[in-house]
């Protein structure tokens, strides 16, 4: 489809189907061994706007953002290449000391003292990647949608289920001062919190057991 939309409910209609399209995407490719990498980010993007906007789909963007309500400015749009590459390479360090923990179950035993610290480094590296994306702002359209479709591909690839992070309402400002703190502090505890909750609520509200099968 090569036509852009006649009009914003159209385009919001094309739109919401993309991310039904890419989150479909995120649960295919975590079943497989590719590589997840900056590429596979774009391919997210593309995903969501190959229908609604396909000019932009899956192409770092070529003008300057300022992100509403935030006082964070991304870098030049010359810039967001370079600095894409760049943290692909501490990206994939990142991915390499990951160990899945595929087998989690609800059961009566607790999570071994080991599954509990590697479930603690996939959500570390899942709130990095989500942070990353929207920090730079590497597109000009649906920065956060990727952000926490690529969060999840970290979570689905590692054995965890792909959350829901509630931005509407009071949890919008709660999300964007999470991020903010990372901007100001590296202080990543408050985003991994959001993502800890989102997991739990996935799992039914209760805590996370481990079943070795």
Not at 51 to 79: C, K, M, Q, V
Not at 126 to 148: D, Q
Not at 181 to 197: F, M, R, T, V, W
Request: proline share 3%; charged share 35%.
């Amino acid at each position: 489809m090569s036509k852009r939309p006649d009009n914003e409910e159209e385009f919001q209609e094309r739109e919401a189907t993309g991310v039904i399209r890419a989150s479909r995407f995120v649960r295919e490719y975590a079943r497989t061994h590719k590589p997840i990498t900056m590429e596979t980010v774009c391919e997210i993007h593309k995903e969501i706007f190959r229908d609604a906007w396909f000019e932009i789909a899956g192409i770092y963007r070529d003008e300057n953002l300022e992100i509403t309500d935030s006082s964070h400015l991304p870098p030049h749009h010359s810039e967001v290449r370079d600095q894409m590459n760049q943290e692909e390479v501490l990206f994939l360090e990142k991915l390499k000391k990951l160990k899945s923990v595929e087998g989690i179950r609800l059961v009566d035993e607790e999570v071994t003292d080991e599954i509990s610290e590697q479930i603690d480094h996939i959500v570390t590296v899942a709130a990095w990647i989500h942070h990353t994306i929207t920090h730079i702002h590497p597109f000009r359209e649906g920065n956060g949608r990727v952000a926490r479709l690529a969060a999840n591909l970290i979570l689905e690839r590692h054995g965890l289920i792909g959350i829901s992070i509630k931005i509407e309402k009071e949890n919008k400002n709660r999300y964007r001062k999470a991020l903010a703190q990372i901007d100001k502090a590296q202080d990543y505890e408050p985003l991994e919190s959001i993502i800890y909750e989102g997991l739990i609520d996935r799992y039914d509200g209760v805590s996370m057991k481990y079943y070795s099968e």
